[in-house]
């Protein structure tokens, strides 16, 4: 069987009429997994016999004609969320040894749908970084060409789709976290509404933007897990009362819709990046849909605003790091968490805090209603995802805001806490993936997949895969 | 550890061309970080690169905007008080490297005075 050609949808399918068990979809992967990690280096921790297990239970339900949404398919979690029994390391060695005594929500709901676990992938320590080269455990190699970063923080997570290692994966994204390693990659990623996905569980970077949510291989993939996802979680208050809604169903529309396009957010970025973009545009135009130029807050500002914010939220978040109830003391973090720890803890302080984190702050304000006078007239605003595509291994060196320039035009949708999702569309000369990103409203998910969905019907781009 | 921050005052020193310096050993010992003395250059020539690049921020006129903390607009979420299962104490203390009688060990922080 061809594994590459599989999605979420078509697995189900096979595993329903029993064209295939889940026990030997989950042995391919594995399979594919130990061929594969010499030289891709995308799992921190591969769960062989959970998996196994996972999938025999999912086999003993699925003859019972059992059904839920996920039942018996393989998945990869990043190494930020606990799993219960599991070790859980968010590629610090400060977290080395700690097994997570509970399951974080995300992870909970996904067990409960049926998935099989095959393990946990690789990410920048602490998910600080748009590279993965700041993992303890080594970079992640990108499965279009191993010489090049497969972007970050949840680079093993966008690598492991992208080569087949698994059927789907679950990042988090605090800004650009998914949509990045996504493009670079050439996967779908979706980072929902912040408040739409609970975060109890998730090793906490930025409280105030952490979002988790899905790489896959296809627009309905996404939204399939989305529906596992989303919803009001008691334990994380942050989450949002409103209803979640059939994504899988309303992708389906096919609703025309008028397209924002600003210029900034062409501004500096590659011409290869602006042509592939203008004519997946062209194709939605052909679809029917209306290109409108708005004005958005220039997208530079929010690189500043981002890097306080996180800055000083990781500071107070890695505080409890202190290697008595678990882990490692807090001489195991690396350079990356020790800049950024500085960095908020300076912001934070006494004399700093008014010209620092207030100020940014108030710009964050203006910048969230930059947005929602935006989403007065359009329906979605299009750009590229990244200014580049992936760099080469090493890029990261010396460069204290190598994240916050690649993530330059995912930070402000980031800072206000609004959805988008990556779509490929298409490859550089040198072969690497260019990637598309529709953001949309808070809470407007399902516009931004329909959108998403009515690109990838008329593109072939998925159906290509690296040669490894 | 050895305090050896404490003459030092605020962590930014404003020179006559305004060229910003931060206190790096200050910040280490609020942030509980210990860092190798070989690291804090380059760890005091990075942040002070980033303030500069963030310093951009007051080209802003923010004179009349509100601050936001979160973008949900919820406030006040409550629940109600019903004791759930939660980790068992085993479960809570498995991945502590000191426990004494069912109890996390801490180090010392305060000392008993000397005569």
Redesign the interface.
Same mark, same amino acid.
């Given at each position: 069987m061809n594994l590459h050609d599989l999605t979420i949808t078509k697995a189900k399918d096979m595993l329903i009429k029993r064209e295939i068990s889940s026990s030997e979809l989950t042995k391919m992967y594995l399979e594919k997994i130990a061929v594969l990690e010499p030289k891709l280096n995308a799992f921190v921790s591969v769960t062989k016999e959970k998996a196994m297990m996972d999938a025999a239970g999912a086999d003993k339900k699925l003859v019972t004609g059992e059904d839920t949404p996920l039942l018996g398919i393989p998945f990869s979690i990043k190494d930020n969320f606990n799993t219960k029994g599991i070790r859980t390391t968010a590629s610090s060695k400060v977290l080395d040894t700690y097994l997570a005594p509970y399951n974080a929500t995300v992870v909970q709901k996904l067990e409960r749908a049926g998935i099989v676990l095959l393990g946990k992938t690789n990410m920048d320590a602490w998910a600080h970084g748009s590279s993965t080269e700041t993992s303890d455990y080594g970079v992640t190699h990108n499965p279009w060409d191993l010489n090049s970063l497969p972007g970050g923080s949840s680079g093993g997570a966008a690598a492991s789709v992208a080569a087949d290692e698994t059927l789907a994966a679950i990042g988090s994204e605090t800004a650009g976290s998914i949509r990045l390693p996504a493009a670079w990659c050439g996967v779908v990623g979706l980072k929902p509404t912040y408040g739409r996905v609970s975060r109890y569980g998730v090793i906490a970077m930025a409280s105030s933007t952490d979002s988790p949510g899905p790489l896959t291989k296809t627009v309905e993939d996404a939204a399939l897990i989305l529906e596992v996802l989303a919803g009001k979680d008691s334990k994380d208050a942050t989450t949002s009362p409103l209803k979640p809604k059939h994504y899988t169903q309303l992708m389906k529309e096919g609703r025309k819709m008028t397209i924002g396009i600003s210029e900034d957010y062409f501004k500096g970025v590659d011409s290869e990046i602006t042509e592939r973009v203008t004519e997946a545009l062209d194709v939605l135009k052909a679809k029917g849909h209306t290109i409108k130029n708005i004005q958005l807050f220039d997208p530079q500002y929010a690189i500043d605003v981002y890097t306080i914010l996180q800055r000083s939220e990781v500071s107070s978040n890695l505080a409890r790091m202190d290697g008595i109830r678990f882990g490692n003391d807090r001489s195991y973090f690396a350079q990356e968490a020790h800049r950024r720890i500085m960095l908020g803890t300076f912001a934070l302080s006494s004399g700093y805090y008014d010209a620092y984190y207030k100020k940014t702050q108030k710009v964050r304000t203006l910048i969230i209603e930059d947005f929602k006078k935006a989403f007065e007239s359009v329906d979605v605003i299009i750009g590229p995802t990244t200014p580049v595509t992936a760099l080469p291994i090493g890029a990261t060196k010396d460069n204290p805001m190598f994240g916050e320039l690649m993530d330059v035009l995912v930070e402000p949708s980031s800072i206000a806490g609004l959805p988008g999702i990556n779509i490929p569309v298409g490859f550089s000369a040198k072969g690497l993936p260019i990637g598309m990103q529709i953001m949309g409203p808070q809470f407007a998910e399902d516009v931004i997949l329909d959108l998403a969905y009515q690109y990838e019907q008329e593109t072939n781009f998925r159906k290509l895969k690296p040669n490894l | 550890m050895k305090d050896d921050t404490s003459h030092m005052g605020?962590?930014?020193i404003y020179n006559m061309n305004m060229n910003k310096k931060?206190d !790096?050993k200050k *910040?280490?010992k $609020?942030?509980?970080?210990?860092?190798k003395e070989e690291?804090l250059e380059r760890?005091e020539r990075? %942040?002070e690169?980033? !303030?500069e690049? *963030?310093?951009? $921020?007051?080209n802003?006129d923010?004179s009349d905007?509100?601050?936001?903390?979160?973008?949900?607009n %919820?406030s006040n979420?409550t629940?109600d008080d019903i004791i759930e299962p939660s980790?068992t104490q085993e479960?809570?203390l498995?991945?502590?490297?000191h426990t004494h009688k069912g109890f996390?060990?801490?180090?010392v922080i305060l000392k008993e005075a000397v005569e």
């Open positions: - | 605020g962590f930014l931060i !790096v *910040v280490a $609020l942030a509980e970080l210990p860092i690291n760890l990075e %942040l690169q980033t !303030v690049h *963030v310093d951009r $921020l007051n802003i923010t905007v509100g601050e936001t903390n979160t973008v949900t %919820l979420i629940r980790l479960e809570a498995q991945n502590a490297k996390f060990v801490v180090p």
